[in-house]
C-alpha cells in the first residue's frame, strides 16, 4: 500500500494557530496577572464596553467613583482626546505610570452637559489569598496553558483527522473566555489579538456542533436531509455572524463610527445570534446522545456516556448565567451575586477536563501510548499533589485567620499553630500514601510486574503438562497487570479455540479459523497485537477482517493479542482484556508479555511433544503386551508333552527371531514303536 505524504500543510496551520493562541495568552497572562512578573503597570479606572452605540463605562473602581464617575456614564474623552475607538482608552492606559493621573469628559444619563473627572491611576496589584482569587487564577492562568498544551497536542498526534482539529479549536475557546483589554497592547497587535479572540469566541458553538459529528467517527451516511440542511444553515450563519463580530470589533477599537451602522445591525439581531449558539451546542449534546446509543461496544459506550455527563454538569450552570443574561442584558457580574457567576464559571472547567480525560485516559482517539500513559499518570498523581497543596493551604489560611483574631488568648493561638503543624504533617504523609497507592495500583507497578513475569518465563519451563501451564500463565498474567479476563486459545481442527479462559463468566465459544486476517497477521506480525474496536483506523476495523471473527473477538473482549510461536508455527493465542485501571499496555507490558509468550510457546510445544513421547510408549507398550500374549498363546500350541518312544531320547525346540514367529512343530507316535516329527517353516 502507497504510504501517505507527510501532512507539511496541516503542520503549518497548526505551527500558526499555535504560535497566536501562544502569543495571545502570554499578552494576557501579563496583563491579568503583571506584579507576578514584577511588571509596574497602571490599572484601569473603569471598563468600557459600547452598549446601543455609545462607550459606557462599567465597574468602576473606589478611585473613579471618588472623582464622580458612576457606573453606565458615557466616556466621551480621554486627557482632551475625544473617545473615536477604545483603542484611546487603551493607549492612555499603556503609556500612563501608577502614580500619574488621567482625565476623562463623562456624560452622566439624564444630564446635558459632560463633566470632567480627574482620576489617579494606582498599580495593578494581587488580591490577597481567597477561593475568590484561586478559581480567577484558574480560569485565567492554569487552565488556559492546560487546554492549550493538549488541544495542540492532539492535533498534532492527528492532523488529518478533523474531530481533532475541532477538540483543538474547543479548547482554544477557554483560553479567550476573559477579556485581556487588547486595546492597551499597542497598535496593530491589538487588533490581531481581538480578531483572534472574537473569532475563536463567536465561532466556539459551531466548533461544539462538528465535534459532535465527527467524534469518535462521523454518523454513517449523510443521515436525514433536514438534519443535513439544519447544518448548514446553521453553521453558514453562524459564520457569517463570526466574520461580522470581528469587523465591529476592530471598528470599536479604532474607529466606531465606521462601523456604527453594521454594529446597530448585529444589536438588533443579537437575539437571534443567541439562538442559532444555543442550538449549535445543542447539536454537540444530540449527536454524543445518538451515537452512544448506536454504540457497538461496551468500551465506546463507556467513554461516550462519560463525555455526555461530563459536559452536562459542566454546562448548565453556565448556560443558566448565560440565557439569564442574553434575557436581561448586561454584564454577568451585574445581575448576580459574584459568588455564584465564580461558581458557575469555575464548574465549566470541567468541560475541558472532561475532554482532555476522555482522549488520554479513555483512549477514545488513538493517540500514542507512551505519552497518553505518561499524561495518564500525570493527570492522576498531579492532581493529588494539587489536592495536597489546597488543602494544605487551607491549613494555613484558617491558622492564620485564627492566629490574627485578637479575641483569643495566647495559649489557643499556641495549640491552633501546633494543630496546623500536625495537620500539615497528616495532610503529608496522607498524600504521600495515596500517591504511592495510585502508583502501585493503577501506573507503577511494573516493577512488581517484571518481577512476576520473568520469574513465570523461568517457571514454565519446568510444567510438562498442557492444562497446568496454561492456567499457571494465565493466572499470573492476570494477578501481575491487573487483567480481569485472559483467555487462552490453541489449535483444534483448523480453528483456535479456547482452552482456558478466566474471568468470563460463561464458557467462552470463540472460534478464530486458521485461514482467517487474524491468525495470519499474528503469524506474519510474530508478536503483540492490539485490538481497538473503536478506533476506525485499527486494523480490526479492516474490510480484511470479516464480521465473525470481529465478532469472536468482541467476545473475547479483546485488547491486546499475544502470539505464541515456536519457530514458524503459531502454538496458540493469548487473549487479554483491559487492565482493571484502563490504562493501555505500555512498551514495559509487551516487552514483558512477549518473553512470557516465548518461554510458555517453548513450554507448550515441549509440552505437546511429550504427550506425543507419553502417547508412543503408551502405544509401544500395549503392542508389546499383545505381542507377550501372542507369544504365551503360541508357546501353548506346542506340543507340551512327548510321546514316550523306547530306546530314542528327544526334544523340540522353537527359537523366533522376534517375539512371535511362523513355524511350527509336533511329534506323533505311530505304531511298531515308531515317532512321526510334523513340522512347518513360517
Known amino acids: 500500500m502507497r504510504a501517505k505524504n507527510p501532512p507539511i500543510l496541516q503542520y503549518v496551520c497548526l505551527a500558526v494557530f499555535f504560535a497566536a493562541a501562544v502569543s495571545y495568552q502570554v499578552g494576557s497572562t501579563l496583563y491579568a496577572f503583571p506584579d507576578y512578573f514584577h511588571i509596574r503597570v497602571a490599572n484601569y479606572p473603569f471598563y468600557t464596553n459600547y452598549v446601543n452605540g455609545r462607550p459606557v463605562v462599567q465597574f468602576v473602581n473606589q478611585a473613579a467613583w471618588q472623582a464622580g464617575v458612576r457606573e453606565n456614564d458615557v466616556l466621551l474623552a480621554v486627557n482632551g482626546q475625544p473617545l473615536k475607538g477604545l483603542a484611546v482608552f487603551g ?73 481533532a482539529w475541532f477538540l483543538c479549536l474547543i479548547m482554544l475557546f477557554f483560553s479567550v473566555f476573559y477579556s485581556s483589554q487588547a486595546e492597551s497592547w499597542g497598535p496593530v497587535v491589538r487588533d490581531l489579538a481581538e480578531a483572534y479572540r472574537v473569532a475563536i469566541s463567536n465561532a466556539w458553538p459551531i466548533f461544539m456542533l462538528l465535534f459532535g459529528v465527527y467524534f469518535p467517527e462521523p454518523f454513517p451516511g449523510k443521515g436525514p436531509v433536514w438534519w443535513t440542511w439544519l447544518k448548514r444553515i446553521v453553521i453558514s450563519l453562524l459564520i457569517a455572524f463570526c466574520i461580522l463580530n470581528v469587523i465591529v470589533r476592530i471598528g470599536e477599537l479604532e474607529s466606531f463610527a465606521s462601523v456604527a451602522s453594521l454594529a446597530a445591525i448585529l444589536e438588533r439581531l443579537g437575539k437571534l445570534q443567541f439562538v442559532l449558539s444555543f442550538a449549535a451546542t445543542a447539536g454537540f449534546f444530540i449527536c454524543i446522545s445518538a451515537k452512544m446509543g448506536q454504540a457497538v461496544t461496551p468500551d465506546a459506550k463507556r467513554r461516550l456516556r462519560l463525555l455526555y455527563a461530563g459536559s452536562t454538569i459542566s454546562m448548565t450552570p453556565g448556560c443558566v448565567l448565560f440565557v439569564t443574561q442574553g434575557i436581561k442584558g448586561g454584564q454577568l457580574e451585574q445581575i448576580f451575586p459574584e459568588w455564584f457567576v465564580l461558581t458557575g464559571l469555575s464548574m465549566m472547567l470541567l468541560f475541558p477536563i472532561t475532554l482532555a480525560y476522555v482522549i488520554v485516559v479513555r483512549r477514545a482517539m488513538d493517540v500514542r501510548v507512551v505519552i497518553r500513559q505518561g499524561l495518564q499518570y500525570a493527570f492522576a498523581t498531579g492532581g493529588i499533589r494539587v489536592l495536597q497543596v489546597c488543602l494544605i493551604s487551607a491549613v494555613i489560611w484558617g491558622a492564620l485567620t485564627l492566629g490574627n483574631d485578637p479575641t483569643r488568648s495566647r495559649a489557643q493561638k499556641l495549640a491552633t499553630l501546633i494543630l496546623t503543624i500536625a495537620l500539615i504533617i497528616s495532610l503529608r504523609k496522607g498524600a504521600l500514601r495515596v500517591r504511592k497507592w495510585t502508583d ?18 523461568d517457571e514454565v519451563r519446568s510444567i510438562i503438562e498442557k492444562r497446568p501451564l496454561l492456567e499457571r500463565v494465565a493466572t499470573r498474567i492476570a494477578e501481575s497487570l491487573h487483567i480481569p479476563r485472559v483467555a487462552v486459545l490453541l489449535e483444534e481442527a483448523g480453528f483456535y479455540r479456547p482452552a482456558f479462559a478466566l474471568g468470563f463468566p460463561a464458557p467462552v465459544e470463540a472460534a478464530l479459523p486458521d485461514s482467517g486476517a487474524t491468525v495470519q497477521r499474528l503469524k506474519r506480525e510474530a508478536g503483540p497485537e492490539r485490538v481497538y474496536f473503536d478506533d476506525e483506523n485499527s486494523w480490526v476495523n479492516s474490510s480484511a477482517l470479516s464480521e465473525a471473527e470481529r465478532r ?26 483491559e487492565k482493571r485501571s484502563e490504562a493501555p499496555y505500555s512498551s514495559t507490558d509487551l516487552r514483558l508479555l512477549k518473553s512470557v509468550a516465548s518461554q510458555t510457546a517453548l513450554a507448550l510445544s515441549n509440552a505437546e511433544l511429550t504427550s506425543a513421547i507419553a502417547v508412543e510408549i503408551g502405544r509401544r507398550e500395549k503392542l508389546n503386551r499383545e505381542i507377550e500374549i501372542a507369544r504365551e498363546v503360541q508357546e501353548r500350541l506346542f506340543p507340551q508333552r512327548l510321546p514316550e518312544i523306547d530306546g530314542l531320547d528327544y526334544f523340540g525346540r522353537c527359537r523366533t527371531a522376534l517375539g512371535v514367529g511362523g513355524d511350527y512343530y509336533d511329534f506323533l507316535a505311530l505304531p511298531e514303536g515308531k515317532l512321526a516329527r510334523i513340522s512347518h517353516k513360517g
Open 552 to 577: 469472536n473477538l468482541v467476545s473475547l473482549q479483546s485488547q491486546l493479542l499475544l502470539p505464541l510461536m515456536s519457530k514458524q508455527n503459531l502454538l496458540g493465542i493469548i487473549s487479554l482484556g
Open 91 to 163: 493607549e492612555a492606559i499603556r503609556k500612563s505610570r501608577p502614580g500619574e493621573t488621567l482625565t476623562f469628559d463623562v456624560l452622566t444619563p439624564g444630564d446635558t452637559r459632560p463633566h470632567p473627572a480627574t482620576i489617579p491611576l494606582s498599580q495593578v496589584t494581587s488580591p490577597p489569598i481567597s477561593w475568590a482569587t484561586v478559581s480567577v487564577l484558574a480560569l485565567k492562568l492554569v487552565m488556559p496553558a492546560f487546554c492549550i498544551l493538549v488541544g495542540f497536542w492532539v492535533a498534532a498526534v492527528r492532523p488529518r483527522d478533523p474531530s
Open 440 to 457: 502501585r495500583r493503577f501506573f507503577r507497578d511494573a516493577y512488581n510486574a517484571e518481577q512476576i513475569l520473568e520469574g513465570l518465563s
